[in-house]
T-cell receptor, first 114, second 115 residues
Framework: IAGITQAPTSQILAAGRRMTLRCTQDMRHNAMYWYRQDLGLGLRLIHY???????GKGEVPDGYSVSRANTDDFPLTLASAVPSQTSVYFC?????????????FGPGTRLTVL | EDQVTQSPEALRLQEGESSSLNCSYT??????LFWYRQDPGKGPEFLFT???AGEEKEKERLKATLTKKESFLHITAPKPEDSATYLCAVQAGASGGTSYGKLTFGQGTILTVHP
């Protein structure tokens, strides 16, 4: 069981380009999340999905979009990357039927926008 | 607004020197408090969930405790392999019909254990 996989591991991207970060989980968790981690700012929620077919905005959603076509996959898209989106991105998942629900994190994608 | 403050920002210990990390929080109805460990270049690794004041959880050299305003992560006789950043996060109860499991994280404590 791999848990959560993210791809790519790292990426350097020119400003203005479109980029999709991939996230797949094999735990059959209903809820999935995208966070970004920046020095001095900690982990901040970008978007979340409580179940396949639904998504919601987190704390810092501007410039990002997500989709949840099935239970396992939760891609994050940067439509037109800007340097302020340079960060480390983590995908997480949880079985939100429990209370509280523990989130499990992937290994992360390090993104640099030049 | 939910807030989490961790202290100290960094802690250096000698191997075997026990200490504690602090996590102070304000949240509108605590659903759970979480401790994670994060190694450089890796994702956060789940350690503990605490549900209510007075609860304690243990794992090897780590023990987490919870009061109504703060949580402590006690490290007993640490080893160099305990060196990592320790993150605390809170999850609020449902409000206004929105019950997604948003976590609010602290900045973390960077722990270094010297041999």
């Amino acid at each position: 069981i791999a848990g959560i996989t993210q791809a790519p591991t790292s990426q350097i991207l020119a400003a203005g380009r479109r980029m999709t970060l991939r996230c797949t989980q094999d735990m059959r968790h209903n809820a999935m999340y995208w966070y970004r981690q920046d020095l001095g700012l900690g982990l901040r929620l970008i978007h979340y999905s409580n179940t396949a077919g639904t998504t919601g905005k987190g704390e810092v959603p501007d410039g990002y979009s997500v989709s949840r076509a099935n239970t396992d996959d939760f891609p994050l898209t940067l439509a037109s990357a800007v340097p302020s989106q340079t960060s480390v991105y983590f995908c997480a998942s949880s079985d939100s039927s429990g209370s509280p629900d523990t989130q499990y994190f992937g290994p992360g994608t390090r993104l640099t926008v030049l | 607004e939910d807030q989490v403050t961790q202290s100290p920002e960094a802690l250096r210990l000698q191997e075997g020197e026990s200490s504690s990390l602090n996590c102070s929080y304000t949240v509108s109805g605590l659903r759970g408090l979480f401790w994670y460990r994060q190694d450089p270049g890796k994702g956060p690794e789940f350690l503990f969930t605490l549900y209510s004041a007075g609860e304690e959880k243990e794992k090897e050299r780590l023990k987490a405790t919870l009061t109504k305003k703060e949580s402590f992560l006690h490290i007993t006789a640490p080893k160099p392999e305990d060196s990592a950043t320790y993150l605390c996060a809170v999850q609020a109860g449902a409000s206004g019909g929105t019950s997604y499991g948003k976590l609010t994280f602290g900045q973390g404590t960077i722990l270094t254990v010297h041999p």
